[in-house]
């Protein structure tokens, strides 16, 4: 498969707990989305779905109980296959992504610049190392580079969101 096959041409969450996100989360869902689509790699393994269609992929993500769902299918609409994960193993690293976070944005409207920089690398960290347990998850089933399965953790953070 060419290098512009082994990618995502659209993404999609599927959130049904949430009719509307606060427009800053919105945001951030659309930018990494868009920035996702722009340049990634995604490269679904023949060892794990059998013979996988030529991309480049549709992906729509989904918790479902404790359960991160992947499904994924080609642009021209040939399924690839479903692949759940775990969502234990993120839990943690999702509930000090958004405590940072939101002291992040608190921060930003009342601190130094010392402050919000030592809360923008812990943000970062923690966004880093979830990344890199979900290249983990993924590993030997679907093939990522770091920016994609750094946007796809902002995404699986989105999914964390209820009403």
């Known amino acids: 498969m060419g290098e512009s096959e082994n990618r995502i041409a659209r993404v999609e969450i599927d959130n049904p707990g949430v009719v509307r996100y606060h427009p800053d989360v919105e945001r951030e869902i659309e930018v990494a ?41 080609s642009d021209a609409g040939v399924a690839v ?48 190392e979830g990344s890199g347990q979900l290249r983990e998850l993924l590993d030997g089933r679907i093939t990522l580079d770091h920016d994609t399965s750094r946007r796809l953790f902002t995404l699986i953070c989105a999914l964390h969101i209820r009403a």
């Open 81 to 128: 296959g479903a692949l759940s994960l775990p969502l234990t193993p993120f839990r943690k690293i999702i509930k000090d992504y958004f405590t940072v976070c939101e002291s992040y944005y608190e921060a930003i409207r009342s601190s130094s610049p010392a402050q919000i920089e030592a809360l923008d690398m812990g943000r970062r960290g923690l966004h880093n």
């Open 33 to 73: 989305i868009y920035d996702l689509v722009e340049a990634n790699v995604f490269a679904p393994d023949e060892a794990h779905f059998g013979e996988v269609p030529v991309g480049p992929y549709v992906l729509i993500l989904r918790a479902q109980g404790r359960q991160l769902q992947f499904d994924i299918a």
